[in-house]
């Protein structure tokens, strides 16, 4: 079964960079598209973005002007850079594998989630 | 963006009661709806895609239903490992959206 491991710092100075990378093992990352996702109290669970294996991007329009996703098949590991943080950016982050069968998506696989606070 | 909305927000039940949570999308959906439980200090887990299909490993007491825009979550015989909070999510297009999520607690 298909293990994801997020990694980054914990702790964000406002306006800088937040930076972190989910590492994938079990599985490959190839043939998938791949999320992130953030949990706080204040917003729930809220989508980021996705990055497919190939390298094409979807980000939530609330987000976009400050993410950038990518990914590294080589290593089975994929980041995200969250630009211009703010304490509104403090969240649980989480990686996850978006599954699919038959052309249906859904998140089968979940990191532990990575704790980021900005201040 | 679409919205989807679960209630309740909360629930007190005991063991072995029927749960109904149900899930309403601002605009038509299909099928493209899933259903998530977050135990405690957990992610997620996926219990139910396509609005009434059960993931591999998941028990059948859960069960899932509805198109459209209305969605149901049902478990049909509620057990000590089911208090947690559950999450439905549309698949439909981007972004993606997650309900609020309705947390089931102890009566």
């Known amino acids: 079964q298909v293990q994801l491991q997020e990694s980054g710092p914990g702790l964000v100075k406002p306006s800088e960079t937040l930076s972190l990378t989910c590492s994938v093992s079990?599985?490959?990352?190839?043939?998938?598209?791949w999320s992130w996702i953030r949990q706080s109290p204040g917003k729930g669970l809220e989508w980021v973005g996705y990055i497919y294996y190939s390298g094409t991007t979807d980000y939530n329009p609330s987000l976009k002007s400050r993410v950038t996703m990518s990914i590294d098949t080589s290593k089975n590991q994929f980041s995200l850079k969250l630009r211009s943080v703010t304490a509104a950016d403090t969240a649980l982050y989480y990686c996850a594998r978006d599954g699919y069968d038959s052309g249906w998506y859904y998140y089968d696989s979940w990191g532990q989630g990575a704790l980021v606070t900005v201040s | 963006d679409i919205q989807v909305t679960q209630s309740p927000s909360s629930l007190s039940a005991s063991i072995g009661d029927r749960v109904t949570i149900t899930c309403r999308a601002t605009q038509s959906i299909g099928r493209y709806l899933n259903w998530y439980q977050q135990r405690p200090g957990k992610a997620p887990s996926l219990l139910i895609y396509a609005a009434s299909n059960l993931q591999s490993g998941v028990p059948s007491r859960f069960s899932g239903s509805g198109s459209g825009t209305d969605f149901t979550l049902t478990i049909s015989s509620l057990q000590p490992e089911d208090f947690a909070t559950y999450f439905c999510?549309?698949?439909?297009?981007?972004?993606?959206?997650f309900g609020q999520g309705t947390k089931v607690e102890i009566k």
């Open positions: 079990g599985g490959s990352i190839s043939g998938f598209h």
């Open positions: 999510q549309q698949s439909y297009n981007t972004p993606r959206t």
